[in-house]
């Protein structure tokens, strides 16, 4: 579950920049 929080918390950002 940690891993699943610690990779949707990093793709968060990730996607906003590639959105912007």
Same mark, same amino acid.
């Given at each position: 579950?940690?891993?699943? !929080?610690?990779?949707?918390?990093? @793709?968060?950002?990730?996607?906003?920049? !590639? @959105?912007?």
């Amino acid at each position: 579950v940690i891993i699943q !929080v610690l990779c949707s918390f990093s @793709t968060l950002p990730l996607y906003a920049l !590639v @959105t912007q």
